[in-house]
């Protein structure tokens, strides 16, 4: 293992207990390639994410190479927040629809305000390239790197491939029941003769 890869699994893992995943390979990385000085995660921070929207900040202890806050909205929705001069990262559970469409979009928009000075709306088809890059682990603890265009098409794509997902368990439970329906009935057949025969 590299020394790149070693520094993800120890941020990962530290991730990983603070949002209750039940591994490293389900944490995702989500990295705003941007040069950028540390005020504007106050700005961010305190003053978007705190004041404007409520929204409650805790920084937390760990490995994860900058400062790092949990992010919590109304619902119990929570993300990571990490601080890097390169950029802002985000660090959340694969699977999670809620936080997909909820804490994710709206803190991209909010840094694209903060970066640009101009606000847009989540899902806004006319953002600019954030230099968005995704990070995982796969099974040998190594990176997984892929890029997108905007914050706006990951977020689609991934809620797509979690209704796909959805779909086939519900598909499976259906079949599983259809089968015990028939199995039940099947049963009561010769219990119905027994009685019939003892008339």
Not at 183 to 195: A, Q
């Amino acid at each position: 293992m590299d020394n790149r890869a070693d520094a993800f699994v120890r941020k990962f893992s530290d991730a990983q207990n603070y949002l209750g995943s039940q591994s490293i390979q389900k944490i995702v990385s989500l990295k705003f390639r941007d040069n950028v000085g540390y005020s504007i995660y106050r700005e961010l921070i305190d003053g978007y994410l705190n004041k404007e929207q409520n929204i409650k900040t805790e920084q937390l202890q760990g490995d994860f190479q900058g400062n790092a806050w949990l992010v919590t909205d109304k619902n119990g929705n929570e993300v990571i927040l990490v601080e890097h001069e390169t950029g802002l990262e985000i660090l959340y559970v694969a699977g999670s629809i809620a936080s997909l469409l909820s804490l994710i979009p709206l803190i991209g928009s909010a840094w694209q305000h903060i970066r640009t000075g101009f606000m847009r709306r989540p899902f806004d088809i006319n953002d600019r390239n954030l230099g968005l890059e995704i990070r995982i682990l796969n099974s040998k603890k190594e990176i997984i790197e892929q890029h997108a265009f905007r914050i706006d098409d990951y977020v689609l794509a991934e809620c797509l491939k979690e209704i796909t997902i959805l779909k086939k368990r519900i598909n499976q439970l259906e079949k599983q029941i259809s089968k015990q329906n028939k199995s039940k009935k099947k049963l009561k057949s010769p219990i119905r003769s027994l009685k019939k025969g003892k008339k």
